[in-house]
């Protein structure tokens, strides 16, 4: 259990900071919609998509690569809390048009992203 807790905190370490980088660069207050949180979801999405594609192929769902580059870096590295933060503040802004292609558009693409990532993964 202590190996799994390590795998996982790395991985979502690593996540985590480069989130913070990404959005960072990306989040531009003059832009209504975040585009560096948009990037992170759809981007994690798509790598989740393949490490989870890659690791049912390889019926390897149940390993340390699951903790540390699925649940820990796609986990620290996606952000649902800041995307329900950022639609939240559009909708009190009274941004609708925003909100609801930042909302659509990352939910709709988030799910492309996984099925992308899933088909891409039985090429590896």
Same mark, same amino acid.
């Given at each position: 259990?202590?190996?799994?807790?390590?795998?996982?905190?790395?991985?979502?370490?690593?996540?985590?900071?480069?989130? $913070?980088?990404?959005?960072?660069?990306?989040?531009?207050?003059?832009?209504?919609?975040?585009?560096?949180?948009?990037?992170?979801?759809i981007v994690g999405s798509l790598l989740l998509g393949i490490i989870l594609g890659w690791?049912?192929?390889?019926?390897?769902?149940?390993?340390?690569?699951?903790?540390?580059?699925?649940?820990? $870096?796609?986990?620290?590295?996606?952000?649902?809390?800041? $995307?329900? $933060?950022?639609?939240?503040?559009?909708?009190?802004?009274?941004?609708?048009?925003?909100?609801?292609?930042?909302?659509?558009?990352?939910?709709?693409?988030?799910?492309?992203?996984?099925?992308?990532?899933?088909?891409?993964?039985?090429?590896?």
């Amino acid at each position: 259990m202590g190996k799994q807790i390590i795998l996982v905190f790395l991985g979502g370490g690593l996540g985590s900071a480069l989130r $913070f980088l990404v959005t960072k660069y990306l989040n531009k207050a003059h832009v209504s919609i975040p585009y560096g949180t948009l990037t992170v979801n759809i981007v994690g999405s798509l790598l989740l998509g393949i490490i989870l594609g890659w690791l049912i192929k390889n019926n390897a769902l149940n390993s340390n690569i699951n903790l540390a580059l699925a649940v820990g $870096f796609c986990g620290g590295f996606t952000t649902f809390s800041t $995307f329900a $933060f950022e639609n939240q503040s559009l909708l009190k802004s009274g941004d609708y048009l925003h909100f609801l292609i930042y909302t659509l558009g990352s939910i709709i693409l988030g799910v492309l992203a996984i099925t992308l990532g899933l088909l891409f993964s039985k090429l590896l």
